[in-house]
C-alpha cells in the first residue's frame, strides 16, 4: 500500500468528491487543552497500556499465534475478537501522528507482523474461522463479522499509511481487501456480512489508494444489503439492516452500532459517486432518527434486547442502551454528513454525542469504560448481576478500541476548510494549521469551553489575500457576541448555523465569540411517554445530571422534584476535588413526602397533594458521572407545577 | 405409583400439612359459564389439538423417539423440548378428569409408552442429553434443566394417578423421581439445577405418595439454592435465584418464571414442613413484588433482556415482558400463599393475574398466544422482525402447555374448605361439590361475572349442622350488598377480606352478593417513572386499555388524553361481533394537536398550551386484546390537568 500524498485524517475524500468541507489531519490540528487534551492524555497514559494488556490477557494476541500456527492451544470467545486488534492498531496509528509514543511503534511493528504470520496465503486472515472452523469461510455471513474485520484491518493499514508508516500492517490489510474484492466484487451471492462498517472502509481504500476496485465493492455491499440475502440470522432481517433497500427505508432499525456504520458508508459512498439518492435517503432516516429515536444525550439504542433501536418515541431513561460504540458511531456519520453539505445541524450533533453520551463513556482517569450509558440508574439498580457500573473491560471488547481511537483522532473533527476559507466547527483549546489558497493559515483557539462560552481565536499566519473564517453559532446558544479586531460585530448566524467573516486577515488578528451560556430547563416531546412530565438541564453542549451522592442529606433521589419556574444557580469549580474542571448547576428544587408501600402501586384514590419541601438539588456534567460511588444518578427529574407533582 | 384416595386437584396438602384453607379437586367444581368456560372450550377444541400438532411437528416426539433408539435423524433445539411433552401430559390428565376426551386419553397412553421407551435403565430419562451430549449427563446443571424437567414430569404423573389413570406415564414419572433422589439426595453437590420448578413437584410428589424421601429432597433444593454452587451460568447468578439464600433475600430478581416456581416450591415446603422462617421470607418477597415489580395487570418481569425482573418501580408499560408463564407460576404462587394464610389479598391477586395477564395471552379462539404481555403496542412496534402479536408456536414452546395446564384445571382455584365451612374465592358461573363435616355440600353459582358483580350461590344439598359459608369481597370493591334467604345482611368483610355467613343451611336456600362495579380510573405511584402523568382504567378485575381500532376516525391514540374527572359510561355489549361476551367503556376524553417533529425531541422553548379538542375514547378489557388488528394499544392513557396535557 503506497502513500499518496494526502490529508492525514481517518475521512479524506478525494479531490474530485462532491465534498463541501474539507477535512483536517490529525497533526494538523493540535490540542492544547480543555477536556478534549484531558481524553487525550488519559487515553496515551491508561486506557492505551491498559487496552494493550487486555489484547494479551483476553486472548486476541493468543488466536492469532494459533492461526499463524506458532502456538497450540483454545481459540477465545467471541468470534470477532481480532476486531479489537484491528480497532487498536488503527487508535495506535493514530496516536503516534498526534504525539511520538514507541511503546505503541512496537505494537504497531510487532501486532501487523503477527497478523502477517497468521495471514493465509490467498489473504484471508480471521483466526476464528483458521482455527475453529476451517473449511468453513463465507458459510455464516450473518454471524460471522469476516468482512466486516476485514474492513476495520483495511482501516487500520490507511491510517498507518497516512501516517507515513510501514511495515506489515499495510501489506497485510491491503492483501486482505484485495482477497476480499477478488471473492466478492463480481459474485452473485451477497457481498457483505451481517456486520456493516466494510463499507466505509473500502471508501477510505479508494480514497487511499485510488483503485476504483473498492469503491465499486463499496458500492457492491451498499447496493446488495437490503434484499434478504443473508437469511434472518439469529436476530432478524431487521437486526442487521437487511430488511429494506438503502434508498427505501425510511428509519433506522435494528442493531444501532451496525446501522450507523451502514450510514457512514453510504454518505462515504455519495461522496465519492455524487449518487444524490444515497444522500437523500440517509438525510431523511438521520432527520427521523434524530427527531423520535435519540435520547438527550445523543445516545441511541432504546433496547438492550439485540443492541437495539426502539419503535419512534421508545425513549427510556432508565433502560436507555445507549451503547458507547453507538455514540462513536453516529460521529462517523454527523462527520460525513457535515463534510457532504457543510450543515451545521450535523456539528451541533455530533457536539451532543461527543461531550455527553461518548464522553460519558470513559472515567475520568481514562481506566474504566461503559457499554451501555443509561439516564437513570436506581439505588437498587442490577443488571443481571452487575450494579452498572464502568468496567475496565468487557467480554466483547468492542467499546474501549472505539474509544481509543476516536480520541486519538479528535483534532480531526475540529475544523475543515472550503473554497472560502477555514471553518471552526467545534470549540476546544487548540493550535490549527490548515491550507487556504496555496499558503497557510495557523490558529490559535484559546477558550475554556465548553465550561465557558467565550472563544478567542487568534490568526498567527495568513496568505496574502482575503478568506473566510466560518464559526459556528451552535443550535443551543440564543445570544452570542462577536468582537473581530476591537470591533463588534452581528454574530447572527446564517441558515447553515455559522456567522462568516471574511476579509484580509493579518497576523495578529483576533476574533472574540462570546456564546452565552446560562443554565436551561429542558422538556421533552410529548410523545416519549417514558419522560412524562419531567424536566432535564442543559448548560451550553453539556447535559446534566443529578447523583445522589450530591444531594443534601436525607434527600433521596426519586423524591426530588423541579418547579415549573425553579430558578438555578451556575457554580463554576476550578479543581473540584474528584471531577477536578467542572461546572455544577444548583437548582431551587422540592423534596415530596415517602408515600406508604404497601398493596399495589396503582390506586383509585385522590392523587395525594402534600407539599414538596423546598431544597437545593445539584447537578454535574453527565459526563462526568459514575467517577464516584455507584449511587442513584438521574437526567430527567419530575417537573413540579403549583406546588403538586403529577402522579401523586 | 399407587393413588392414595385423595382431592384430585395440582395441590393437595398432606392431612397434616400447616394449610389454613383446602382445595377442591379439579371434578368437584364445573364450570358452566362465563369467560371460564369458554376458555375451557376453546382449550379443548382448539389449543390441545393445535399443542398435539405442535409436538410431532416441531419435534417434540421426535426426540424422544431417537432418545428411545427407533429412529435416527437430527435432535430438534431447544434442550428442554421434552418440557413440552410434560406439561401436556399434565394438562391432558386435568381435562380427561374435567370432562372425558379420547383422543387425549391416547395421547396419555401413547406419549406415555414413548417416555417409557425412552426411559434409560437407571431411570434417567432427557433427549438432549440421550441423544446430544451423551456422557455429559448432569454436567452442565446451571442450563440443563435435567431436574427441572423431571419436576414436570412427576406433575403429570401426579396429575394422572389422582385422575385415576394409570399406565405408562405414572411409571416414567416415578422412575426419573427416583433416579434423582437416589443421585442427588444424600450428595454434597447442588441438587437442584438452573430452572426452580422441581420443588414444588416433588413436595407433590410426597403428597401423592407419602415417600418423605421426595420431601427431604424438595427441602434439600431449597435449602441449597442460593449458595452460588451452580457457578454464574450465562446470566450471573440472580438470573436463576442463586445469589442469596432463600431466607436471605428481600426481593424477586432474576428471570421471573423461575423465581415464581420457586416461591411456589418454597411455601409447599413450609406447608409441610411447618419452617415459619420459609412463609416469612416468601411473604415479604410477595409484599415488595406487589408493591414495587408488578405491572397493574398482574404480569411481572418487566425485561426483555433475561426474561427478568427490573429494579423497584421499573415498570414500563410498552417494554413490560410479562411473561404468560410467569404470570401463570405467579398464581400458583398466590394460590399457595392463600392455602397457608387464608387471607383474601392472594386471592385477589391471582383474579388479578387470571383475568388480565394471564387470560390475555391467549385469543379469543384458542389458536394463538402471546409469550409477552405489554401494555403498550405503538402503531410502528417491531420487536426484531416480529410485529408483536399473538403467535401459534413459539421456537421455545413454553407458554402454551402452561396455558393449557392452568386452563383444564381452572376449577381447583375457585373454592376451598377449611374446619368451618367453604371460601368461594373466584367468582365464576359453577357447581361446586365440596366435603363438610361428614357430608357434602353442593352448591350452584350463578352470575355473568366479571360483566356483572351480582353473584347468587344457591346450596343445593348441605348435610345437617352448622357450617360456614365465606364470600370473597375483592379489594377493588369499595360498596357490596349481601342478600341471605331473602334477608339482606351485613356484607362488609372481615379483616381478611371475606364476609362469612354462619348457619344451618337448608337445600334451597339463596345467597346474593351484588358487588359494586363502577369503572374508575386509576393513578400509578408517583415512583414508577414509565407511568408519570398517566391514568388506567378498571372495572371490577379487569384492567382495560385503549385500542386503535375503537377510536374515533381520525383520533390517534399518541394524542388521546384523560381529563382528571373523566366522565365514563359502562356500554353493556352481549354479543359483541368479535369479541362476543363484552363490557367496554367509553371515555370524555381529549385529542391533543400533534406537534411538529423536527430537530430533536428536547427543548427549552415553553411548553405549548393548545388545548384537547373533545372526544370520545373507547376501552375494552385487556384480556381481550389484539384479537382484530395489530394497530396501536395503551392501557396507560395521558392525563389531562386543567385542559392542559404534561410535557406538551
Request: negative net charge; charged residues 25%; glycine residues 10%.
Amino acid at each position: 500500500m503506497q502513500a499518496k500524498e494526502q490529508t492525514c485524517g481517518p475521512v479524506v475524500p478525494t479531490a474530485q468528491a462532491c465534498a463541501v468541507e474539507r477535512p483536517l489531519g490529525v497533526p494538523d490540528v493540535r490540542i492544547t487543552g480543555g477536556p478534549w487534551a484531558r481524553w487525550q492524555t488519559v487515553n496515551r497514559d491508561v486506557s492505551f497500556p491498559l487496552g494493550l494488556a487486555r489484547l494479551e490477557s483476553e486472548g486476541n494476541f493468543g488466536n492469532l499465534r494459533l492461526a499463524s500456527g506458532e502456538t497450540t492451544g483454545e481459540f477465545r470467545s467471541p468470534v470477532f475478537m481480532d476486531g479489537a486488534v484491528h480497532k487498536m492498531l488503527e487508535a495506535a496509528a493514530w496516536e503516534v501522528v498526534r504525539e511520538p509514543n514507541d511503546r505503541l511503534e512496537v505494537f504497531l511493528t510487532q501486532a501487523g507482523e503477527l497478523l502477517e504470520r497468521a495471514q493465509q496465503d490467498d489473504g484471508y486472515l480471521n483466526s476464528y474461522y483458521q482455527v475453529v472452523r476451517v473449511g468453513e469461510r463465507y458459510t455464516q455471513l450473518d454471524r460471522s463479522h469476516e468482512i466486516y474485520l476485514g474492513g476495520l484491518l483495511a482501516l487500520a493499514g490507511v491510517a498507518r499509511v497516512r501516517g507515513g508508516g510501514e511495515g506489515a500492517l499495510p501489506r497485510v490489510a491491503r492483501r486482505f481487501a484485495d482477497h476480499l474484492v477478488e471473492t466478492f466484487l463480481h459474485s452473485d451471492g451477497p457481498g457483505f456480512d451481517g456486520h456493516p462498517g466494510a463499507e466505509l472502509a473500502f471508501v477510505e481504500l479508494y480514497r487511499l489508494t485510488g483503485e476504483t476496485a473498492y469503491l465499486d465493492y463499496a458500492r457492491k455491499m451498499v447496493e446488495d444489503r437490503g434484499h434478504g440475502m443473508l437469511g434472518k440470522g439469529h436476530g432478524g432481517l431487521r437486526y442487521f439492516q437487511d430488511h429494506q433497500p438503502v434508498r427505501e427505508a425510511e428509519t433506522v432499525v435494528g442493531h444501532a452500532v451496525r446501522a450507523m456504520y451502514l450510514e457512514a458508508g453510504i454518505v462515504d459512498l455519495y461522496l465519492e459517486t455524487g449518487d444524490r439518492t444515497l444522500l437523500d435517503a440517509s438525510v431523511r432516516r438521520f432527520d427521523d432518527m434524530v427527531a423520535t429515536k435519540m435520547s438527550i444525550i445523543g445516545g441511541i439504542g432504546s433496547r438492550h434486547r439485540g443492541e437495539a433501536f426502539g419503535d419512534g418515541y421508545e425513549l427510556p431513561p432508565d433502560r436507555a442502551y445507549n451503547e458507547s460504540c453507538a455514540a462513536f458511531a453516529a460521529i462517523f456519520w454527523c462527520w460525513r454528513l457535515l463534510l457532504a453539505t457543510g450543515e451545521g445541524r450535523y456539528a451541533d450533533l455530533l457536539e451532543r454525542l461527543l461531550f455527553n453520551a461518548f464522553a460519558a463513556s470513559t472515567s475520568l482517569d481514562g481506566s474504566r469504560f461503559f457499554y451501555v450509558n443509561p439516564l437513570q440508574r436506581r439505588e437498587d439498580h442490577f443488571e443481571a448481576d452487575d450494579p452498572g457500573r464502568r468496567c475496565e473491560w468487557f467480554a466483547c471488547p468492542c467499546c474501549p478500541p472505539n474509544i481509543m481511537r476516536l480520541v486519538s483522532s479528535l483534532g480531526h473533527y475540529l475544523a475543515t476548510t472550503n473554497a472560502d476559507g477555514i471553518h471552526l466547527h467545534q470549540y476546544a483549546a487548540s493550535e490549527i494549521h490548515a491550507p487556504v489558497g496555496d499558503g497557510e493559515v495557523v490558529l490559535t483557539v484559546d477558550t475554556d469551553y465548553p465550561w465557558s462560552g467565550s472563544v478567542a481565536v487568534e490568526v498567527r499566519e495568513t496568505p496574502a489575500g482575503e478568506w473566510t473564517l466560518g464559526l459556528r453559532v451552535p443550535g443551543w446558544c440564543d445570544s452570542a457576541r462577536l468582537v473581530v479586531a476591537g470591533e463588534e460585530v452581528d454574530a447572527t448566524s446564517d441558515t447553515q448555523g455559522y456567522v462568516r467573516l471574511t476579509r484580509e486577515w493579518r497576523e495578529g488578528d483576533k476574533v472574540s465569540l462570546d456564546l452565552d451560556m446560562p443554565a436551561r430547563l429542558v422538556r421533552p416531546d410529548r410523545r416519549i411517554d417514558a419522560l412524562r412530565g419531567c424536566v432535564a438541564l442543559e448548560r451550553g453542549p453539556l447535559v446534566y445530571c443529578f447523583e445522589q451522592v450530591d444531594q443534601p442529606a436525607g434527600v433521596a433521589l426519586p423524591d426530588l422534584v423541579v418547579p415549573s419556574e425553579a430558578a438555578v444557580r451556575v457554580v463554576d469549580h476550578p479543581d473540584h476535588p474528584v471531577l477536578g474542571r467542572t461546572v455544577t448547576v444548583e437548582v431551587a428544587a422540592g423534596v415530596l413526602p415517602v408515600p406508604a408501600a404497601t398493596g399495589l402501586p396503582y390506586t383509585s384514590a385522590p392523587a395525594p397533594t402534600d407539599p414538596a419541601e423546598p431544597t437545593t438539588a445539584v447537578a454535574v456534567p453527565y459526563f462526568q458521572w459514575d467517577n464516584r460511588d455507584g449511587g442513584g444518578m438521574r437526567v430527567w427529574l419530575p417537573e413540579l407545577e403549583d406546588g403538586v407533582a403529577h402522579g401523586g
